[in-house]
C-alpha cells in the first residue's frame, strides 16, 4: 500500500528528527550549564587559606578543585588543567576538573536508550496495525465492486481477527443472501413466465368458443329461442371461465413479491426502543426536530429483533417525510393483552378515505406528489409484522397521523 509507505517513512524521519533534536539539545544545555565552576571553588579557597591557611582546607568538600600546591621546582609540571593564583605574596597552583568529564555520556546514553525503546514500540504498533487491520481491510477493498457487478460466488475466507472476524462473517452473510435472494427471485420469474404461458393457452378455448358462438349469432344461424338460450349460456360459462383465468394472473402478480424472512424469538422491549433513539435522537438533533420518546416498562416481547427494528424505523421515516418537521412522538399506550408502540406526528394531509390504503403495496396517497417513493415501506411493514403475530394500524385525529405497532408479549 502506497499510503503504508508513505507514513511510515514519515514516522521514520520523524525519529530521526527526535533523536536528532534530543541529543543536540542536551549537549547544548551540557554546554550551557557548563560554564566555569571551579573558579567559583578556587576564590572560596582563596579566602579560607587568607584566613585559616592551606592545611585547613579539606578538598573532598569540593567537586572542582582536587589538589592545591604551593610554587615549587616543579610548580608547573602538570598535565591537568591548573589555575595559578597568589595569596599573601605566594604562588598557589589549583588542578581542577571541569564538568565535562563526568555525568553527561550517562545521561546522554539513558535519553538514547529511552528514546530507542520508544521507537521500537512505535514501529510495534505500525506493524500490528499493518497485520492486524490494513491486511485484513485490503481484502474487502474488491468486494462492493464484485457485488455491483453481480459476482455473488466468491466467498471471503474465514477470518479470526478480533478486529474484522465479525465484519468478515457479516460480508459474507450479505453476499449469500444476496446470492439466495437472487436465486428466488429468478425462480419466482420463471414460475410466474410459466403460469402466463400456461394461463394465455388456457385462456384461447373460452375465447375461440365465444368468437364462434358470437360469429354463428350475428349470422342468425339459430332461430330457435331455446338455441339461442343455450348459446347464450356456453358464452356466459366461457365468459367466468376467462375471468377465473384473469384472477388468477391478478393473484399471481399481487404475491408476496418480497422476500421477508423472520426469525421469531424472543427480545426485550428496551432493547428495541434503545436502538431506535440511539439513532434518531441525533439525527432528529442536527435537523433541529423534538423527538419524544415516552415512559415505558420494559418487558420481553415475541418476534425478530432486527425486524422489529426495521418496522419502527420505517415508520419513523414516514413521520419525517410527509410530516411538518416539529416533532415526533414514540408513545407506549397500555394495553393488557400486547404492548402497542405508536409513531406521531403532526402536519398529516392525508384524507381519512385514503387511510384504509396505506399498507397496500404500491399505494401512494395523494400526499406523497411531491416525495420520492415507491409506496412499499408500511406494506413491508404490515408483512413483517404479520410474520410475528402482531398487528399494525393507523388513525388519523385532525392534522396528527398515529400509527401504532401490536406486539405480543411473553
Avoid at 14 to 37: D, E, M, Q, T
Avoid at 62 to 87: C, L, N, Q, W
Wanted: net charge neutral; glycine share 4%.
Amino acid at each position: 500500500m502506497k499510503a503504508w509507505k508513505k507514513i511510515l517513512t514519515a514516522v521514520t524521519l520523524l525519529v530521526i528528527v527526535i533523536f536528532i533534536a534530543a541529543n543536540f539539545s542536551l549537549h547544548y544545555l551540557k554546554s550551557s550549564k557548563n560554564g566555569r565552576p571551579y573558579r567559583v571553588e578556587i576564590n572560596r579557597i582563596m579566602l579560607q587559606i587568607e584566613e585559616h591557611g592551606l592545611e585547613s582546607i579539606d578538598l573532598s568538600l569540593y567537586k572542582y578543585v582536587y589538589h592545591i600546591e604551593k610554587f615549587s621546582d616543579s610548580f608547573y609540571d602538570s598535565d591537568s588543567d591548573y589555575s595559578i593564583r597568589i595569596i599573601d605574596g605566594t604562588l598557589y597552583r589549583f588542578d581542577y576538573i571541569t564538568n565535562n568529564n563526568f555525568g553527561n555520556i550517562p545521561v546522554i546514553i539513558t535519553v538514547n536508550i529511552i528514546l530507542t525503546i520508544m521507537t521500537l514500540a512505535v514501529f510495534l504498533v505500525l506493524f500490528y496495525i499493518r497485520k492486524k487491520i490494513l491486511r485484513p481491510f485490503e481484502r474487502l477493498i474488491n468486494v462492493p465492486y464484485e457485488l455491483s457487478k453481480g459476482n455473488l460466488t466468491s466467498p471471503l475466507k474465514e477470518n479470526k481477527s478480533r478486529f474484522f472476524g465479525k465484519f468478515f462473517w457479516g460480508i459474507d452473510l450479505l453476499r449469500e443472501n444476496i446470492e439466495q435472494q437472487k436465486q428466488r427471485e429468478l425462480e419466482l420469474q420463471k414460475e410466474k413466465k410459466t403460469l402466463l404461458l400456461s394461463l394465455s393457452h388456457d385462456i384461447k378455448t373460452p375465447l375461440s368458443a365465444i368468437k364462434l358462438y358470437s360469429k354463428a349469432l350475428s349470422k342468425n344461424l339459430y332461430s330457435d329461442t331455446e338455441k339461442q338460450r343455450e348459446i347464450a349460456e356456453n358464452i356466459n360459462k366461457n365468459a367466468d371461465e376467462i375471468e377465473s383465468y384473469i384472477t388468477q394472473i391478478i393473484t399471481a402478480s399481487k404475491e408476496d413479491f418480497l422476500s421477508l424472512d423472520v426469525t421469531n424469538t424472543e427480545f426485550y422491549l428496551s432493547d428495541l426502543i434503545q436502538s431506535i433513539t440511539v439513532y434518531y435522537k441525533e439525527k432528529l438533533a442536527l435537523i433541529k426536530m423534538e423527538f419524544v420518546v415516552g415512559e415505558y416498562k420494559n418487558c420481553l416481547l415475541f418476534g425478530d429483533l432486527n425486524r422489529s427494528v426495521e418496522v419502527l424505523q420505517n415508520i419513523v421515516e414516514n413521520a419525517l417525510k410527509y410530516g411538518d418537521g416539529k416533532r415526533v412522538e414514540l408513545l407506549f399506550p397500555e394495553e393488557e393483552s400486547g404492548v402497542l408502540i405508536t409513531v406521531k406526528n403532526g402536519g398529516c394531509t392525508l384524507d381519512q378515505a385514503e387511510l384504509p390504503h396505506i399498507f397496500e403495496s404500491f399505494w401512494r396517497g395523494a400526499n406523497s406528489k411531491n416525495s420520492r417513493g415507491s409506496g412499499l415501506g408500511l406494506y413491508i411493514c404490515r408483512q413483517l409484522i404479520h410474520k410475528m403475530n402482531g398487528e399494525i394500524f393507523a388513525e388519523i385525529d385532525g392534522e396528527v397521523i398515529a400509527v401504532t405497532v401490536v406486539f405480543n408479549r411473553i
